[in-house]
């Protein structure tokens, strides 16, 4: 049993697969079950409203077969009145008794032939022809005792009906209508009883197919409930694992900036630590060098003019040697910053990028001077330091714009120039400036773009947090 359970599971599963899932297939089930509800119901609806007709048809012949022997007891008591009386007054009475008796059998022969057919017709018919054959004959005898006492015969009216055949005959009729009325009686009885079968199994049919549909729609919404609660805690599922996922990639941005931040702060140690050396070392020696040489050019001046001539040459270059290592120096770490702040070390270093290349210099910076953490105010020198630098070497440029505006939460710089500008695209990520400007800004949670066409200048945009200890991805 278990076997053939397991069995029949699988092939509902099979087609329920084939016709598109469970749920489909239920509702296809619940559409022919109520189909075929509706079919059968309306069957056995057609044959109760047959049997319906056959059984007011049966009651409308035992209802014209009892009037039949009402008025053939209404035709006998209007002739003997007649007879007793002599009174005309009893006539009508009899003519409308014996009028409503024919009318009887005519309707009795006329909705026979609607309900019967063959051989239950031809039976039916011959007992309603007995009965019309009866009611004639004593039609006749009735009649002619009538007629006889008329024409003033009334002693041979009194002898026909002192004979008895019309009793007899009269009794004949009753035991025919009598016969009749059993027979459709019985007829009638069996008619209900078929009924009742009838609207039992149509009621069993629709109560049948109701709980079948019942149950299937129960079935179904129960399969969507069940569906919807997996759905339910699939989402849930996944709604913690993208919290989860999302949480982590939070964590391991949070750890990346925090690199990046860690890795500028190093950059920026390293080269603050090689300009100090370069500054303390190299420039000592390179001052060592200068003196020293100074003073062999006055040793050797009055005996060896060409060798003090050659000495002063050397000075130069040891005077342009000094000059290459301050402005190393500088570009390595803005000393300037850290002795007079980074609003004067800003302006004064776009001053002089300006007026070494002859640009003229639209400066534009926040009134005030306020103040700036320490990574943020590198990042910006280092930015334009970067786009300085690049329109001094590229641009071809004869006016700048540097314009550097500051709010509660940004400070935003705008660097323009009007030289010749580049195909930013053809550039990629190869270039280090650049690269290194975007790195920087994105690090701490910026904003950073370029927009550059050839013969059109060059565009910088940098939007830089104040706050980037309260920055979060």
Do not use: C
Request: hydrophobic share 40%; aromatic share 6%.
């Amino acid at each position: 049993m278990r076997d053939f359970i397991d069995k029949l599971d699988a092939a509902f599963e099979k087609i329920s697969l084939r016709f598109g899932g469970k749920n489909i297939l239920l509702l296809a089930l619940a559409l022919l079950v109520a189909m075929l509800t509706i079919i059968v119901s309306d069957y056995w609806i057609v044959k109760i409203q047959k049997q319906n007709a056959r059984i007011a048809l049966v009651r409308s012949h035992i209802f014209e077969a009892n009037q039949l022997k009402e008025n053939l007891f209404r035709a006998e008591s209007a002739q003997r009145a007649y007879l007793i009386t002599l009174d005309e007054g009893f006539a009508l009475p009899f003519d409308y008794a014996i009028n409503n008796a024919r009318k009887s059998i005519d309707n009795m022969q006329t909705t026979m032939a609607t309900m019967l057919s063959g051989d239950a017709l031809k039976a039916s018919l011959n007992a309603i022809q007995d009965m019309s054959s009866s009611l004639e004959a004593k039609t006749a005898e009735m009649t002619l005792t009538l007629n006889l006492v008329k024409s003033g015969k009334i002693e041979e009216a009194k002898t026909i009906v002192k004979l008895g055949d019309g009793l007899d005959e009269a009794e004949k009729l009753v035991s025919l209508s009598e016969d009749f009325i059993n027979k459709e009686t019985q007829t009638l009885s069996n008619l209900e009883e078929s009924r009742k079968r009838t609207i039992l199994l149509t009621r069993i049919a629709i109560v049948f197919g109701s709980i079948i549909l019942i149950s299937l729609v129960v079935i179904v919404i129960s399969q969507q409930l069940k569906e919807l609660s997996i759905r339910g805690e699939l989402h849930d599922k996944l709604t913690a694992e993208n919290e989860r996922y999302e949480n982590e990639i939070k964590k391991q941005r949070k750890l990346l900036y925090s690199m990046a931040l860690d890795h500028q702060t190093d950059s920026e140690r390293e080269r603050q630590k090689l300009a100090r050396d370069l500054h303390d070392e190299l420039g000592s020696i390179l001052t060592a060098a200068k003196m020293d040489i100074t003073w062999t050019m006055k040793k050797v001046s009055e005996h060896y003019p060409e060798v003090t001539e050659k000495l002063k040459k050397t000075n130069k270059y040891l005077d342009q040697g000094i000059e290459f290592k301050r402005q190393v120096v500088q570009d390595l770490h803005p000393s300037m910053i850290a002795s007079f702040g980074f609003w004067p070390a800003i302006q004064t270093f776009i001053e002089e990028v300006a007026a070494r290349n002859r640009w003229q210099l639209n400066l534009e910076l926040p009134a005030g001077e306020p103040q700036l953490n320490e990574t943020i105010s590198l990042i910006a020198y280092r930015v334009i330091q970067e786009s300085l630098n690049n329109a001094s070497k590229y641009a071809k440029a004869s006016e700048v714009s540097v314009h550097m505006l500051q709010d509660e939460k940004y400070l935003k710089i705008e660097i323009t120039d009007n030289g010749v500008g580049t195909d930013l695209e053809s550039l990629g990520e190869t270039t280090h400036g650049l690269s290194g400007m975007r790195h920087r800004v994105l690090a701490i949670g910026g904003h950073f773009e370029i927009t550059s066409k050839s013969g059109n200048g060059m565009f910088t945009h940098a939007l830089l947090p104040l706050d980037i200890d309260k920055y979060d991805y």
